[in-house]
């Protein structure tokens, strides 16, 4: 059973919580609630039931939604108030001793408010979280079924199956205004390693969890090559090789039977109509440690304004050219560009499907080797679709690393960036940000990320003023689109309505003074990952970083 409850300490204000409980009594009564008789149990607690959800709002074949409850009371000085009375009277038994199986006796708690309170000044007005992930998602799904019956795996017990409950908690402190910080955050993964295994080696979790290896590096800094002006950045290392060998389980795990990976992988080397290429020996193995993400976008702001270049570092740069370039050769919807010294294959035929699986999200589902359609022992054929994540994607390896573009103008953008003076890393607002960052990861991470939030947020503000969102061509759009569409495709290919009217908003440049300037660091840890995000003010970074200079 999933069950909220809210917590609050109202000294010297009970009259006032008093005066708000029969406030919202009154809404509740007009919103067609019924007043429960009292609980014997609990009897201070007030409870009101809210009509359930009519069948025929719901699609057919859907099950009817459960009675939703309020509940709440005030005991002493602490207003609960929760959606079921049984946690509820739970919690008001432990008010005045606590209780002994308390969220403070966990390991996994007590070491994530060691690790985060090391940084956080005794004294600041904090907001701690924390959450069991996968245990949270398991109450969800039973919580929350479908809408409509559908077919596919189960992703969360496939994540369990793969070693993912490696991952026991998460957990932070939020602090407000904190200095020079209008926002700070320190989090943590906790995720030590299974018994007998040693921190931080490749083999310290089992099946596809072994992905998770996140090398610390004395240094992430944005190449030479990154423009100036760009809306964010970001670098992290990441073990590509153990990841590829750990990520086959997953495969066969999500499409429901084992070797379909090898088989994948077997006919990209062996099938004559191919591009008979080995992935591990001739692109992965000649790959290093380093992928970086750089984003920007071009005016004027509409559906497919977005930029995006992932760059992986190449060991072997000359290979990992002519493996994308066998590859790319035998792809009809592939077209050779060249671009100064550079060779450039830009995705040129939309028309033309790729395969790809589809998720099991509410707007999509992945063939399972049991579905009825396939006969419990068939293979699946992988659904061909018209929808690319990066239509317009554009491939090259240049500069020590394989580049892949959402457009190929923002891939020559970044190919021309060489002039050291007009880096990202010598940029004003970035010089305050690396400063802030390395005040909490002093000597290594595995991660750092900067971002200008007047140019990050700015399509997606011009997008909801328009209602325009769910035409996004970006790939968060796209993402939202799979996440919030209502399941089934329409002849327009929008699968959703846009949940915001952002058509009273004002204009950007009223607001975009407001937005600063956002930086996070992240160290892999003997057990799990320690990460810190901040939100500097756009005046103070540019002050701070020109006083520096």
């Given at each position: 059973?999933?069950?909220?409850?809210?917590?609050?300490?109202?000294?010297?204000?009970?009259?006032?919580?008093?005066?708000?409980?029969?406030?919202?009594?009154?809404?509740?009564?007009?919103?067609?609630?019924?007043?429960?008789?009292?609980?014997?149990?609990?009897?201070?607690?007030?409870?009101?039931?809210?009509?359930?959800?009519?069948?025929?709002?719901?699609?057919?074949?859907?099950?009817?939604?459960?009675?939703?409850?309020?509940?709440?009371?005030?005991?002493?000085?602490?207003?609960?108030?929760?959606?079921?009375?049984?946690?509820?009277?739970?919690?008001?038994?432990?008010?005045?001793?606590?209780?002994?199986?308390?969220?403070?006796?966990?390991?996994?708690?007590?070491?994530?408010?060691?690790?985060?309170?090391?940084?956080?000044?005794?004294?600041?007005?904090?907001?701690?979280?924390?959450?069991?992930?996968?245990?949270?998602?398991?109450?969800?799904?039973?919580?929350?079924?479908?809408?409509?019956?559908?077919?596919?795996?189960?992703?969360?017990?496939?994540?369990?199956?793969?070693?993912?409950?490696?991952?026991?908690?998460?957990?932070?402190?939020?602090?407000?205004?904190?200095?020079?910080?209008?926002?700070?955050?320190?989090?943590?993964?906790?995720?030590?390693?299974?018994?007998?295994?040693?921190?931080?080696?490749?083999?310290?979790?089992?099946?596809?969890?072994?992905?998770?290896?996140?090398?610390?590096?004395?240094?992430?800094?944005?190449?030479?090559?990154?423009?100036?002006?760009?809306?964010?950045?970001?670098?992290?290392?990441?073990?590509?090789?153990?990841?590829?060998?750990?990520?086959?389980?997953?495969?066969?795990?999500?499409?429901?039977?084992?070797?379909?990976?090898?088989?994948?992988?077997?006919?990209?080397?062996?099938?004559?109509?191919?591009?008979?290429?080995?992935?591990?020996?001739?692109?992965?193995?000649?790959?290093?440690?380093?992928?970086?993400?750089?984003?920007?976008?071009?005016?004027?702001?509409?559906?497919?304004?977005?930029?995006?270049?992932?760059?992986?570092?190449?060991?072997?740069?000359?290979?990992?050219?002519?493996?994308?370039?066998?590859?790319?050769?035998?792809?009809?919807?592939?077209?050779?560009?060249?671009?100064?010294?550079?060779?450039?294959?830009?995705?040129?035929?939309?028309?033309?499907?790729?395969?790809?699986?589809?998720?099991?999200?509410?707007?999509?589902?992945?063939?399972?080797?049991?579905?009825?359609?396939?006969?419990?022992?068939?293979?699946?054929?992988?659904?061909?679709?018209?929808?690319?994540?990066?239509?317009h994607s554009a491939v090259t390896v240049a500069k020590g690393h394989?580049?892949?573009?959402?457009?190929?103008?923002?891939?020559?953008?970044?190919?021309?960036?060489?002039?050291?003076?007009?880096?990202?890393?010598?940029?004003?607002?970035?010089?305050?940000?690396?400063?802030?960052?390395?005040?909490?990861?002093?000597?290594?991470?595995?991660?750092?990320?900067?971002?200008?939030?007047?140019?990050?947020?700015?399509?997606?503000?011009?997008?909801?003023?328009?209602g325009e969102m769910p035409k996004s061509k970006s790939v968060m759009g796209q993402v939202l689109?799979?996440?919030?569409?209502?399941?089934?495709?329409?002849?327009?290919?929008?699968?959703?309505?846009?949940?915001?009217?952002?058509?009273?908003?004002?204009?950007?440049?009223?607001?975009?003074?407001?937005?600063?300037?956002?930086?996070?660091?992240?160290?892999?840890?003997?057990?799990?990952?320690?990460?810190?995000?901040?939100?500097?003010?756009?005046?103070?970074?540019?002050?701070?970083?020109?006083?520096?200079?």
């Open positions: 059973m999933l069950a909220s409850v809210l917590l609050v300490d109202a000294t010297g204000h009970e009259a006032e919580a008093r005066a708000m409980m029969t406030k919202v009594g009154e809404r509740l009564v007009e919103q067609k609630a019924t007043k429960l008789p009292a609980s014997k149990t609990a009897p201070q607690v007030t409870v009101y039931q809210l009509p359930a959800t009519q069948a025929g709002t719901l699609p057919a074949g859907a099950p009817l939604q459960q009675p939703r409850q309020v509940a709440y009371a005030l005991v002493g000085s602490a207003l609960v108030v929760g959606d079921h009375l049984g946690q509820l009277s739970q919690v008001i038994a432990a008010l005045p001793e606590g209780r002994a199986d308390c969220l403070a006796t966990l390991k996994s708690f007590d070491a994530i408010a060691a690790q985060c309170n090391k940084n956080v000044p005794a004294d600041a007005a904090r907001l701690r979280w924390y959450v069991d992930p996968l245990g949270y998602a398991k109450v969800y799904q039973t919580a929350n079924p479908p809408r409509e019956k559908r077919k596919g795996p189960d992703y969360v017990s496939i994540i369990a199956r793969q070693g993912f409950d490696a991952v026991q908690a998460a957990g932070g402190i939020l602090i407000l205004s904190a200095g020079d910080h209008e926002i700070c955050h320190h989090s943590m993964i906790y995720a030590p390693p299974l018994e007998g295994r040693e921190a931080l080696a490749p083999d310290r979790f089992d099946l596809a969890a072994r992905m998770l290896q996140f090398p610390n590096s004395a240094t992430i800094e944005p190449p030479a090559w990154v423009p100036r002006e760009v809306a964010s950045w970001g670098a992290m290392q990441w073990d590509i090789q153990t990841a590829f060998a750990s990520v086959e389980s997953l495969v066969d795990d999500i499409v429901g039977e084992k070797g379909v990976f090898d088989d994948v992988i077997a006919s990209l080397k062996e099938d004559p109509d191919g591009p008979q290429i080995d992935v591990e020996k001739d692109l992965v193995a000649c790959l290093g440690k380093r992928v970086s993400i750089v984003s920007d976008s071009v005016m004027p702001i509409n559906t497919d304004s977005d930029r995006l270049v992932i760059a992986i570092e190449a060991v072997d740069a000359e290979k990992v050219a002519a493996t994308v370039a066998k590859s790319m050769a035998t792809d009809p919807d592939m077209k050779k560009v060249e671009f100064k010294e550079h060779v450039i294959w830009e995705l040129i035929d939309r028309s033309s499907a790729i395969p790809r699986l589809e998720i099991d999200i509410p707007g999509g589902s992945v063939p399972h080797a049991d579905e009825e359609d396939g006969g419990a022992h068939s293979r699946p054929k992988l659904r061909e679709s018209d929808e690319k994540l990066l239509p394989l580049l892949i573009a959402s457009h190929r103008d923002f891939l020559e953008r970044v190919l021309e960036s060489s002039d050291d003076s007009q880096s990202l890393s010598d940029a004003v607002d970035y010089t305050a940000m690396n400063k802030a960052v390395a005040q909490f990861f002093p000597s290594q991470l595995a991660l750092r990320s900067f971002g200008r939030a007047d140019r990050s947020i700015r399509p997606l503000y011009e997008m909801l003023k328009k689109n799979g996440v919030l569409g209502e399941g089934k495709e329409k002849k327009d290919k929008n699968l959703r309505q846009q949940k915001i009217d952002g058509s009273t908003l004002p204009d950007f440049a009223l607001v975009s003074h407001y937005f600063g300037t956002l930086g996070a660091g992240m160290e892999s840890l003997p057990n799990g990952w320690y990460m810190v995000g901040i939100a500097l003010p756009k005046a103070k970074a540019k002050v701070d970083a020109e006083a520096a200079q």
